[in-house]
């Protein structure tokens, strides 16, 4: 009796958990997350949904226009989240762009030349910790256009990453790889085509990871300060207007952000995987 | 057929981060030929890798060169390839993309259809045509050192080196892919040199194998021959009646230098030091390290008073450094005290030797050896010998009757002795001295039975006039001034001298227990350092009035050292003397060499006689015994460069090879010699020697 008793208990919570595997999955999601709305919930309630709207303020209060018309358009600024998150994935595809462009080029350039590598790496490791706004002054005196400073600091912000994971990258060539090339006497373009530029894709990867995450934390911050249009002018706008909305504006425009910013992440993780694929 | 490639004398030192050097490999000589399949076997850290990636031209040697075809090796090239232990494919490309690689940048100028065709058939060779669209993360091990070994081949290199090809493979694999490679190579006719750690391995696939000695300043320890006949099938070379006992060799090798770094260890660690026998601090060689009673670290750096060394010796010519080194205080005085104890009988000596009333004692060359098998009944001692101090300089002495019967030959004593019908009686210094020895051998290989056609009898040398002028012997061997003596007096003449023996052998060495030489770093160096520099004085004629002056002190030889330092020697024979060139020799050509090689001659010799079975594990007795490396840092302490020997057999005067990696096969050659025993020798443990050095 007793015997059976006991491995009755000991199975029950096994078959329990058995029992809903698609429940068991979302479990945790759905208690932290409803958790963490309800704390907003109640903070909002205690403070007044003035200051902190809740999330079902958020949501009623914007769902039109901003909701359920992304690409709305009034012309000037006043445009659908689609388009000012379209606004600043320009910037930054260009920013990024140029970065990634120039970045594993100078990267490049470092990690094959030892002298060239050691001379600059002073340089680069002061120049890496600069945050991305405090480019932004010297780059609106250099190009006296706020478009293009944007793209500037996205540019200047992202590409520290880049060279410095692809210089390394290349130094890091294993020597098995290096050997076989000397073995071989394999000319300069032979050696950078067939071990050089495979065996540093994941090294570059890692690097354009860490800059597009950059570049996307830039360049709201830099629409912030100075710009027509894209998400981050979204945010500062909706805060100047001041109006019984803006809070949830805002609060949806931060989530859009966020998500944004986990798509470019992921998108970039891709790609290299892509990229590197059949390598290590 | 001739020599490939060489490697000529090549050390290869790693520069450390502290500043100091580490000597992986310290004069590699090694010949190979061509089509020839060698392999390298030793433990870790033995420098097989290193001296691979040297061949490969991946890494440049410190001193000495590799030849191929009388070209030198400095970089690495495509006709030297390498397949590595991790087996180095490109891991983006596939089967054929890697392969391709080799063969389109080394084979640019072929036509690419012909390419391609290589490529196909390299693959096709290994076996992988099915899998040549596949990346390497698709391959098993196995498979990757195929397609490894099909990169290397398919560009026709004219060396392949092999990485410890399959040390990461399973033993079915390994096993099949052994042969495999077998096949490929022997069909290629490439000659291929293998690092292994498997003996099996190295036994099937190798026409000879090359044993390593432990790092640091690993070197050639012995090298096999490996004589199965090609093609060769696994099965079939098991069988072969050969092979256990070559099995044997190299395991035993193998086992004798794990015991050996034990060994090493474990003395250094109980005298407290760090066995800095390879990495010698930037700052050299510290002259003053010793201590009476060895060592806390704070002490090694303040001043101090020399240190005394009781240094026995037994008065004869061979001594010569001993007494030029004092008379002109050659030894360094602020490190060193040396009091120098002579000694009238050889068993004396080593009596107090042996407790430790004498640090050092100049000895016979055979006593090391003797002493640590226990020779003679005695308690076996850890006797080290850290140099040569002198070679030749015997003689044999007959009475002058014998010359009155005609004796003026080797056959003359023969035919003389077979007439007389009852032994000959001859004197020795020691029983089983080098000068017995170099007797025994001698008469041996005249036809004379040194056990039943002669009496063997120690006489203190002193001695050795009186006993023939008694008629007590017959005749003696000893050094050149006791013969001169003898001579001189009218009571004996020479019949042979060790020229006509073996030209340049060890004589006498210096000899101490392995705990003082570990315990005392810095006055072995400098006593050695000391003779070293009088034996170059020595060995200088112009030198001799000083020479003759310094032995002619009551303390040497007394007044008569002049008729020893004769430029003429005379037989005493009534025929006119001559001028025998290096009779005595101290310095010149490697003299100083505590040689390995001859120690295994003595071995021979000892088991020959039955004095003891031939020890199965010589190499590691002669390893723990010889210590060349001391006398490299003596050498280096008295501003000599290092010294070196050479690994070729030698030969006595009756012209038979010894081959230090065969001696049984020696002894099997000589005249009249039973195949001796052979067993292992234990040798004289930690504890015992700990209890006597103190």
Same mark, same amino acid.
């Given at each position: ?13 096994? &078959? ?18 409803? /958790? ?11 403070? /007044?949904?003035? &200051? ?27 445009? /659908? ?103 071989? &006497? ?79 992440? &992921? ?14 | 057929?001739? =020599? ?110 012909? =390419? ?147 060994? =090493? ?273 020595? *060995? ?19 007044? =008569? ?70 006398? *490299? ?62």
């Amino acid at each position: 009796m007793s015997h059976s008793a006991s491995a009755t208990s000991l199975s029950q919570p096994t &078959r329990r958990r058995l029992k809903n595997p698609v429940l068991r999955g979302v479990l945790p999601y759905v208690v932290c997350i409803g /958790g963490f709305l309800l704390l907003w919930q109640a903070l909002s309630l205690i403070l /007044g949904t003035g &200051r902190l709207p809740g999330p079902i303020n958020v949501i009623t209060d914007t769902w039109d226009p901003y909701i359920n018309q992304p690409f709305f358009d009034n012309g000037g600024t006043s445009k /659908g989240l689609g388009w000012q998150i379209l606004i600043s994935l320009q910037r930054v595809a260009l920013g990024y762009g140029l970065a990634a462009v120039v970045g594993i080029a100078i990267g490049g350039l470092l990690g094959l030349n030892r002298f060239i590598g050691k001379g600059f790496d002073p340089v680069i490791q002061v120049l890496r910790t600069v945050p991305p706004l405090a480019w932004f002054p010297i780059s609106l005196m250099v190009f006296q256009n706020a478009n293009t400073s944007a793209i500037f600091v996205i540019f200047i912000t992202a590409i520290w990453p880049i060279i410095i994971n692809t210089a390394v990258g290349i130094r890091e060539i294993p020597e098995d790889y290096t050997n076989v090339s000397r073995v071989l &006497r394999l000319r300069k373009s032979e050696y950078i085509s067939n071990i050089v530029i495979p065996a540093t894709v994941p090294y570059v990867f890692t690097g354009l990871r860490i800059a597009v995450g950059l570049a996307w934390l830039a360049i709201v911050a830099a629409e912030m300060l100075k710009a027509d249009g894209g998400i981050g002018y979204f945010i500062w706008d909706a805060y100047n207007a001041g109006g019984d909305s803006s809070s949830s504006q805002i609060i949806l425009a931060i989530i859009y952000v966020g998500l944004v910013g986990l798509a470019l992440d &992921r998108l970039v993780a891709w790609t290299g995987s892509k990229v590197a694929q059949g390598g290590h | 057929m001739g =020599r490939f490639l060489t490697i000529d004398d090549v050390t290869k030192v790693f520069p450390l981060k502290d500043g100091g050097h580490y000597i992986a490999l310290k004069d590699i000589d090694l010949e190979i030929k061509e089509g020839e399949f060698v392999s390298l076997i030793g433990h870790s850290g033995c420098g097989k890798s290193t001296l691979l990636n040297l061949l490969a031209g991946l890494t440049q040697a410190s001193s000495g060169g590799i030849l191929i075809d009388g070209r030198e090796v400095k970089e690495p090239g495509p006709d030297r390839m390498v397949v590595f232990q991790n087996y180095s494919l490109l891991p983006w490309q596939t089967v054929r993309q890697n392969v391709a690689l080799a063969v389109n940048s080394v084979m640019a100028s072929s036509p690419v259809a012909e =390419r391609k065709q290589i490529i196909d058939r390299s693959i096709k060779m290994v076996g992988l045509s099915h899998a040549a669209d596949k990346v390497p993360a698709e391959l098993s091990g196995g498979m990757k050192q195929r397609v490894a070994i099909a990169r290397a081949l398919s560009i026709r290199p004219r060396l392949l080196l092999l990485d410890e090809p399959f040390g990461a493979l399973d033993a079915l694999t390994r096993g099949n892919l052994q042969q495999q490679l077998m096949q490929i190579c022997q069909e290629a006719g490439v000659t291929t040199v293998m690092v292994t750690h498997d003996v099996d391995e190295a036994l099937l696939l190798s026409d000879r194998v090359v044993m390593m000695t432990n790092g640091p300043e690993a070197e050639i320890g012995q090298i096999l021959n490996v004589p199965f006949a090609r093609p060769r099938q696994r099965l079939e070379v098991i069988e072969h009646p050969d092979y256990y006992h070559l099995r044997g060799e190299l395991i035993g090798f193998l086992h004798q230098q794990r015991r050996l770094r034990q060994h =090493r260890s474990s003395v250094a660690a109980a005298a407290g030091v760090v066995a800095a026998s390879g990495v010698v601090a930037a700052t050299g060689i510290d002259g003053r390290q010793g201590d009476a009673n060895a060592l806390p670290p704070a002490r090694k750096q303040g001043p101090r008073r020399p240190e005394t060394i009781r240094l026995g010796f037994l008065p004869g010519l061979d001594i010569a450094p001993l007494a030029v080194a004092l008379d002109q205080s050659l030894f360094d005085g602020a490190a060193i005290e040396v009091v120098p104890v002579p000694f009238a009988r050889w068993d004396r000596l080593e009596a107090k030797l042996l407790e430790a009333d004498l640090q050092v004692a100049i000895t016979s060359a055979t006593s090391p050896l003797a002493l640590n098998l226990g020779l003679g009944g005695r308690t076996p001692w850890p006797a080290i010998t850290p140099m040569t101090v002198s070679r030749n300089g015997n003689a044999l002495c007959m009475a002058r009757s014998l010359l009155a019967q005609g004796v003026r030959r080797r056959a003359d004593l023969r035919q003389w002795l077979l007439n007389r019908g009852q032994p000959l009686t001859l004197a020795v210094p020691e029983l089983g001295s080098m000068a017995e020895l170099l007797l025994r051998h001698w008469l041996a290989a005249g036809g004379i039975d040194p056990d039943r056609q002669v009496r063997f009898t120690a006489l203190s040398p002193m001695t050795m006039g009186g006993g023939l002028r008694t008629q007590q012997i017959d005749g003696f061997i000893a050094g050149r001034y006791r013969v001169a003596e003898a001579v001189e007096d009218r009571q004996g003449y020479v019949l042979a001298t060790d020229l006509d023996i073996w030209s340049g052998h060890p004589e006498k060495v210096l000899t101490c227990s392995e705990r003082w030489a570990e315990d005392h770093p810095g006055a072995l160096d400098a006593l050695g350092a000391g003779l070293m520099k009088a034996a170059e004085r020595c *060995d200088d004629g112009g030198q001799r009035p000083e020479l003759i002056r310094i032995l002619s002190q009551n303390q040497w030889l007394g007044r =008569r050292a002049e008729i020893a330092l004769q430029r003429q020697f005379d037989y005493g024979n009534d025929e006119k003397p001559q001028a025998l060139l290096q009779f005595n020799r101290y310095h010149f050509d490697r003299a100083h060499i505590p040689n390995r090689a001859e120690g295994a001659w003595i071995l021979s010799q000892f088991s020959r006689w039955g004095w003891c079975p031939f020890p199965s594990n010589r190499l590691e007795l002669l390893g723990q015994v010889y210590r060349p490396d001391l006398c *490299d840092r003596a050498l280096a302490a008295a501003g000599y460069p290092s010294l070196r020997p050479d690994r070729h057999p030698f030969r006595l005067a009756d012209d038979l090879p010894f081959d230090q990696d065969n001696p049984l096969d020696y002894l099997k050659a000589l005249p009249g010699a039973p195949e001796p025993p052979v067993a292992p020798i234990p040798l004289p443990s930690l504890s015992a020697r700990a209890l006597l050095s103190r």
